[in-house]
């Protein structure tokens, strides 16, 4: 098997085709990237920018390039000695457009009889032998439907008609109770959807792979990219989903030859990847993680739960109680139909009725302390959220003890359905519950709500971050790890920033109290949140702020929300977003604290860039982060940025122009190339991974790790808690030992042998990247 030593993603669209993509294949080579890493490239929605919403995976989307474009970028990228990884989604496809999607537009007219009906997941029987469609206003605006050449349309929405349901004359209203389907207010999906679905939403829906067939059509494009080596290895996005992940591997490793396979899944802390997994990891949210908080300081816990107790009224949340409750509201709200569909599946001899079942079902999901639990590896993390749903609600225990049974039963026969449906639906509602609703309200520090992350876990003290070095590079040395990706919800240099809030609580805890006299919200947690961010971002402009906080506060849910915005508090938020723009006071009192934040957030950003591109794992760079990036979530980090730009600062580097500051652009971008061409060129120097202890009085400021195995390797020094840093006066006599002559990649200096000063080290910037001296 061929594994990459690092990659770089680029996400693909109409904007940035695969043939865009294999202009920038030269660059990437010399910026030292090993393999292209490639957003989802099957023919998707039109006018998706992401390319999730896949609606034939049996062609490469014209848009994006087509055919033609993937072996243009293949060939750059074989002719650079470079690899290619592309993003697959087998969970589900796009349905927005039915008549985009072949297989969904058959299973619209042909119903249970469409070739493609084995496809979807469908439960006919619930939905009275019809899919339900939430696509009206409310089920009066049936009354709307019209019959157009040769198609029932709902406005601009089309969709087929069964052959002989219509006559020329036939009241549209008559011809849409004699089809496979029936359209049905958007409202009615939360409770009495009939078909599986990506999440909450309506127009993903999901497919059953564990079908031979399904499989066999699904993926007879991706084969093909295999067998004509256009294509190397594969990440596959929400294997959660699946009805078995396990097999899905496996077949997919089969078919590919053996190919490179990473999964997007979220590790929570302990969590390991099932060991009958076929794939080689993850794709690096538990190190981004990691990474992230060995950059906290400890020491400002205390003054930032200050500030969040405050902002709730004097009391500290409960993040534990906290998540029982937003899972809840997921799986009583926009997640109902799917716990219905669990609950019908109760035997009746169990003896509850069908909402019983839900209750239960909906409190065993909201014990859960993982996405998934994988039976049988996982029986015991099952039993042990039965025991703690029962804990909370004593009431439950018959209705608990009766499920349990079935739900230890997930294979593939039809009496283990059950329990096969609730693993692929607790991943659902953790991800809803937890990512994108209670990472929203739990806010005294952005850094720690991040896509993968405990936010409980504030700080990694330096010891425990090596123990997990060392159990990476024996377990998942392959696995990839990242700092932004598509779905973070910061980039890494504006959670960088926002990390040096825990070196500077108290002027923290007085701007927003300033912030908030002056452009008031009535939610004390979501100002938290929001003016966070707008500081790991300033200078932003108007829009993108505007975007991001009613995102950030329709997620929260506590407010306003999605299904029913809160117009006067929307207007309250729009202001204080305004204020910062239009408010003289407040734009002071923000520049103010940037001031304060940037260089020890840039200092951050450098040292997490570093130990992510030199530590055990596949290292992988977000399109644009070799220049300093301070994004929101998506889309604001999906913007376009400047290839051209990014080409010539490179060039300068190589020519010998360093940058004047470690503040400037240039600086990330050295950090970045010097590293992945290390990794790439001396991979002798990668090997092992072991501390490299500092001595003295500021040694706790200094993350270093030696990546050799027999000898010494690669070395990275960052610095760490660098506001602390300065205020006791820089590194004095801390030291570090060096066992040969070493030479700084970065600032070209040498050092050693023997014990030298980490000040000398890090004069020039504050990381260092040490090779043996040849």
């Known amino acids: 098997m061929r594994a990459p030593v690092s990659t770089y993603r680029l996400q693909i669209r109409n904007s940035f085709t695969l043939f865009d993509a ?22 998707a929605e039109k ?43 087998p969970n589900h ?14 299973l619209l007219k042909e119903g249970r009889q469409s070739p493609y009906a084995q496809a979807f997941d469908v439960d006919w029987d619930f939905g009275g032998g019809r899919i339900r469609i939430p696509v009206l206003g409310d089920d009066s605006d049936v009354d709307a439907l019209e019959i157009r050449d040769g198609e029932l349309r709902y406005y601009d929405h089309r969709f087929p008609l069964a052959e002989g349901s219509y006559t020329a004359g036939d009241n549209p209203r008559e011809v849409h109770d004699r089809q496979h389907y029936e359209l049905v207010g958007w409202r009615r999906a939360d409770n009495e959807l009939n078909y599986r679905r990506f999440f909450a939403v309506n127009t ?29 290895g594969l990440r596959i996005d929400h294997p959660d989903g699946l009805a078995d992940p396990e097999g899905y591997l496996r077949r997919l490793r089969e078919v590919t030859g053996g190919a490179y396979l990473l999964i997007e899944k979220i590790l929570e802390p302990g969590e390991e990847l099932p060991a009958s997994f076929e794939c080689e990891g993850t794709t690096g949210y538990d190190a981004l993680a990691d990474v992230d908080r060995v950059f906290v300081d400890p020491a400002g816990q205390t003054g930032l739960d200050a500030l969040d107790a405050s902002l709730r009224g004097g009391e500290t949340p409960d993040y534990q109680e906290m998540i029982r409750g937003t899972k809840r509201r997921i799986t009583d709200g926009i997640l109902h139909s799917e716990m219905l569909r669990l609950a019908r599946l109760v035997p009746a001899d169990a003896g509850l009725s069908t909402e019983a079942s839900a209750d239960a079902l909906s409190e065993v999901i909201a014990a859960f302390p993982v996405y998934r639990s994988y039976l049988p590896e996982g029986e015991d993390v099952l039993r042990e959220a039965c025991e703690l749903a029962v804990r909370r609600r004593p009431e439950l225990e018959a209705a608990v003890k009766a499920l349990l049974p079935l739900l230890l039963q997930a294979g593939p026969g039809a009496d283990e359905e059950l329990g096969r ?23 005294r520090l952005g850094t720690l709500t991040e896509v993968g992350a405990e936010p409980t876990e504030f700080a990694l003290p330096t010891g425990e971050f090596h123990n997990r070095m060392e159990r990476r590079q024996a377990r998942l040395p392959l696995s990839m790890t990242t700092l932004s990706t598509h779905d973070t919800k910061r980039s890494e240099d504006t959670r960088a920033r926002i990390t040096v809030l825990a070196e500077a609580a108290t002027e923290w805890t007085e701007s927003l109290r300033r912030l908030q006299e002056l452009a008031p919200l009535p939610d004390g947690p979501l100002a938290n949140l929001l003016w966070q961010a707008i500081a790991g971002v300033w200078p932003a402009d108007r829009e993108r702020l505007q975007s991001y906080a009613q995102k950030a506060a329709r997620e929260a849910g ?49 040292g997490a860039k570093l130990v992510q591109l030199t530590m055990p794992g596949v290292p992988d760079v977000y399109q644009g ?55 790439r060129d001396r991979p002798e120097l990668f090997t092992g991974y072991s501390a490299v202890e500092a001595t003295g009085a500021a040694a706790e400021h200094l993350i270093a790790f030696d990546r050799g195995d027999s000898g010494p390797g690669a070395i990275t020094l960052a610095t760490r808690l660098p506001r602390g840093l300065e205020q006791r006066g820089g590194w004095q006599d801390t030291a570090i030992r060096l066992s040969a002559a070493m030479t700084d990649q970065l600032s070209g200096k040498s050092f050693g042998p023997g014990t030298v000063e980490v000040g000398d080290i890090l004069r020039d910037y504050p990381v260092a990247l040490l090779v043996p001296t040849v």
């Open 22 to 43: 294999a202009e920038k294949v030269p660059y990437l080579k010399d910026l030292g990237v090993d393999w292209v890493y490639l957003s989802p490239i099957l023919t």
């Open 47 to 89: 006018g998706s920018d992401h390319g999730y919403d896949v609606t034939d995976p049996l062609t490469v989307d014209p848009d994006r390039g087509g055919p033609e474009g993937l072996l243009a970028l293949s060939k750059a990228a074989r002719e650079h000695g470079m690899g290619v990884l592309v993003d697959i989604v």
């Open 93 to 106: 496809v796009g349905v927005a457009t039915p008549v985009q999607n072949p297989w969904w537009w058959s």
């Open 204 to 232: 993903l829906a999901g497919i059953k792979v564990e079908v031979p067939e399904v499989f066999d059509e699904a993926h007879e494009e991706i084969v093909r990219w295999f067998r004509e080596d256009l294509v190397d």
């Open 421 to 443: 449906r609730f693993q692929q639906t607790s991943g659902m509602v953790m991800a809803k519950g937890v990512e994108d609703t209670a990472f929203f309200r739990y806010t």
């Open 558 to 606: 506590n407010s306003t929300d999605w299904l029913d915005p809160d117009a006067d508090f929307e207007a309250k938020l729009t202001a204080a977003v305004d204020a910062a723009f239009d408010n003289s006071e407040v734009r002071a009192e923000l520049d103010s604290l940037v001031e304060l934040l940037d260089p020890y957030g840039s200092v951050n950003a450098l």
């Open 625 to 679: 982060t070799e220049f300093w990036d301070r994004s929101l979530t998506d889309p604001d980090n999906r913007r376009p940025f400047d290839f051209g730009a990014r080409r010539a600062a490179l060039t300068a580097l190589d020519a010998g122009e360093l940058p004047a500051s470690y503040r400037d652009d240039a600086a990330k971008l050295l950090v970045t190339s010097r590293a992945l061409r290390l990794r």
